[in-house]
């Protein structure tokens, strides 16, 4: 079982910043993921981050958004910049364990509020 907190969120203005940090417990992780969900919408994922450090990302985020690891502190982050009302929604941080060709398990943390409001 993975285990998984996220933290970071909050109520910042238009154009501001914030970093949602996601720490997980657990092995053979192949992959972590920020999703996220808005009101009424439908959940989208927002970053990937491999065990071999590649990154993607959803295009309205590109240019703004970072994800990162720290594999000491067993830890992913997303550095989130020039944020736009666009961007509320609850994170959630998910670790998919197994390859990359294989999944044997996907995981969810509990979620954190990110507000973009003047």
């Known amino acids: 079982q993975v285990q998984l907190v996220e933290s970071g969120g909050g109520l910042v203005q238009p154009g501001g910043s914030l970093r949602l940090s996601c720490a997980a417990s657990?092995?053979?992780?192949?992959?972590m993921v920020w999703y996220r969900q808005a009101p009424g919408k439908q959940r989208e994922l927002v970053a990937v981050i491999t065990s071999g450090g590649s990154t993607n990302y959803r295009d309205s985020v590109k240019g703004r958004f970072t994800i990162s690891r720290d594999n000491a502190k067993n830890t992913v982050y997303l550095q989130m910049n020039s944020l736009k009302p666009e961007d509320t929604a609850v994170y959630y941080c998910?670790?998919?364990?197994?390859?990359?060709?294989?999944?044997?398990?996907?995981?969810w943390g509990q979620g954190t509020q990110v507000t973009v409001s003047s």
């Open positions: 998910n670790a998919k364990r197994g390859t990359s060709t294989v999944l044997v398990g996907d995981y």
């Open positions: 657990g092995s053979s992780i192949y992959a």
